[in-house]
């Protein structure tokens, strides 16, 4: 059998709580900590307002405003997976680059939905 792992928290209401604490702890840690998620964090600043602007109807508003977010959780997970690989070691090692270098991959899928979804959403619908 299974025993409870002595590193989980509580449960109920105070778990809603720790776990919004540690989130707000991890946007600061990564807003301060890493160049990449702040530039992300401006381009949504820029183009989240923006879309409440151009001529879509809302589900495509909807969709150029869940990409951008996309964007930053794809961050979020690329900088905690950098972040475990160098706790782990900070020489380098192949399986550590493959890491690193598909995390960065991951990102770069994101912000090309947003191009693609912007793109698409703001072509005149008679353009094929």
């Known amino acids: 059998m299974l025993s409870r792992s002595p590193y989980k928290g509580t449960t109920g209401v105070q778990r809603i709580l720790n776990a919004t604490r ?3 702890a991890g946007f600061k840690t ?13 381009l949504n600043l820029i183009l989240i307002p923006s879309s409440f602007f151009v001529p879509v109807g809302r589900a495509e508003q909807v969709v150029m405003v869940a990409v951008c977010l ?11 997976i950098e972040a475990v690989v160098d706790r782990i070691s900070l020489e380098q090692h192949p399986l550590s680059k493959n890491a690193i270098d598909m995390g960065s991959a991951a990102q770069f899928v994101a912000l090309s939905m947003i191009v693609v979804t912007w793109v698409l959403c703001l072509l005149p619908a008679s353009v094929n």
């Open 22 to 24: 540690y989130s707000w």
């Open 30 to 42: 990564a807003f301060t900590q890493e160049a990449a998620f702040r530039q992300i964090v401006l």
């Open 70 to 80: 996309l964007a930053l959780l794809v961050e979020l997970l690329n900088s905690a």
